[in-house]
């Protein structure tokens, strides 16, 4: 059994590669095969640049998401107590925190929205209050002179002929490049802090305000300011925004996952106490987004290989047109349709294969040149990056790949359906006409 499969699967490679060699006389099919198999090309080495592309500018987004948002963070539940020492208490969760695997340090913060005011106007800012330092995913260090306690302003910003730096006595403010430039903020003068939560005095309800030193002034390198937090010391924010969401920011050992550290914090966490997030999760619409747009350009792109695949449909129609006579005579000589199917099929692999290959192959290297030399740049001042970012994926290589196989193997497989369905009698009559 094995001899006579393995003399089928010959007799059907045969003719297929007898076939795909063609003839002088058939020229015409040689150029069409040709140009079929340069249009798989073609198409399968755009859908790798364009997916390479998209990789490469969601690559440089997702790192720089990762780095200026909290890694690991548990927002502690409505029944958590930070000033008592009970079951349910902020305490009593930190030493479950630091107990878990993985988890390396771990500071209360207070999330509040409130006002920077002067004699210049109001402006609306996300506050955020540390316990014990500026959390990590804030480009604090970015404004810090070379002195450990000293903060700096570049001279360029204010026009100074040398930078402003000076080493608070007290902590205070620290505070965005872009609310301080709007206001006019400097690191040693002051600013005045306005909370929604109100203090009854005698002309009536006010709101609570405290002017505080500006300590610093960090840049984050991001065009808008409203999302960039201002910073505090925890009891000065809780002094003013006691109604504030509390959470615990994680800092993480370098080799932990913190998917598997938020899996093991939830079953210590109950969900009354606690909820558990990741940076994926709490940007998972962007996440979303990012996923949902390189599947459009996919799609997209995609059409090119399908165009291709209706050219291979049409090039192996000619092969069968142009062969009728034989395949009449092999179908006469007692060759069954199922090898005459796989001839079709084998010529149609011979040509998708190849042209995909080639294609993949030209993508890639496309893609690896311009990465690593930077050929396509792009103002610094608008994107992320000052140059078209390529990154080219195995997983992302795997589903061209597979994609054109799909759309070439079903033009193959509709003409090798024609062709095992051919009578030959009517072949051959066909060919003496």
């Not at 959390?135 to 910003?157: D, L, T, Y």
């Not at 090119?304 to 000589?333: D, N, Q, W």
């Not at 796989?342 to 042209?355: A, C, D, K, P, T």
């Not at 992302?396 to 193959?412: N, W």
Request: aromatic share 6%.
């Amino acid at each position: 059994m094995l001899r006579i499969a393995s003399r089928a699967v010959g007799f059907v490679w045969h003719v297929a590669l007898r076939y795909f060699r063609s003839t002088r006389a058939d020229a015409h099919i040689r150029v069409l095969s040709s140009l079929t198999a340069g249009g798989l090309a073609v198409g399968t080495a755009a859908l790798v640049l364009a997916l390479a592309a998209l990789s490469g500018f969601q690559n440089h987004l997702l790192r720089d998401l990762a780095q200026h948002t909290p890694t690991l963070q548990v927002e502690l539940g409505g029944r958590v107590d930070s000033a008592t020492g009970g079951v349910g208490s902020a305490a009593s969760i930190v030493d479950r925190v630091r107990a878990t695997q993985g988890v390396s340090t771990a500071q209360e913060l207070l999330y509040a929205r409130g006002w920077l005011v002067d004699r210049r106007g109001v402006v609306a800012v996300e506050v955020v209050g540390y316990e014990k330092a500026p959390p990590a995913w804030i480009p604090v260090e970015a404004a810090a002179a070379p002195g450990p306690n000293s903060h700096c302003i570049p001279p360029q910003i204010f026009d100074f002929s040398v930078g402003l730096c000076v080493t608070p006595a007290a902590p205070g403010l620290i505070v965005p490049l872009q609310v301080a430039l709007r206001m006019g903020l400097t690191v040693g003068g002051s600013a005045r802090v306005a909370s929604p939560r109100s203090s009854l005095t005698p002309v009536g309800p006010r709101p609570r305000v405290r002017t505080l030193p500006v300590a610093a002034i960090y840049d984050a390198e991001r065009a808008g300011y409203e999302d960039l937090p201002v910073l505090l010391p925890l009891e000065q924010a809780a002094a003013l925004f006691a109604g504030g969401d509390r959470r615990l920011d994680l800092t993480l050992v370098p080799a932990a996952d913190p998917e598997e550290v938020a899996a093991d914090l939830r079953a210590a966490i109950a969900p009354a106490e606690g909820s558990v997030a990741t940076w994926r999760q709490a940007n998972r619409a962007l996440l979303f987004v990012l996923r949902l747009e390189k599947g459009l350009v996919f799609s997209a792109v995609a059409l090119i290989v399908a165009v291709a695949a209706f050219a291979l449909l049409a090039s192996l129609s000619l092969v069968l047109s142009s062969k009728r006579s034989e395949v009449g005579v092999l179908a006469a000589m007692g060759v069954p349709p199922a090898r005459l199917r796989g001839v079709f099929l084998s010529l149609g692999v011979l040509l998708s294969v190849g042209g995909a290959g080639v294609g993949v192959l030209i993508g890639a290297g496309v893609a690896l040149f311009l990465d690593s030399f930077r050929v396509l740049s792009l103002p610094s001042d608008v994107y992320i990056v000052d140059y078209v970012p390529f990154l080219v994926r195995e997983e992302d290589l795997f589903v061209v790949a597979f994609s054109t196989i799909l759309f070439t193997g079903a033009a193959s497989l509709l003409s090798a359906r024609k062709a095992s369905r051919l009578d030959p009698v009517e072949a051959m009559r066909s060919a003496r006409t």
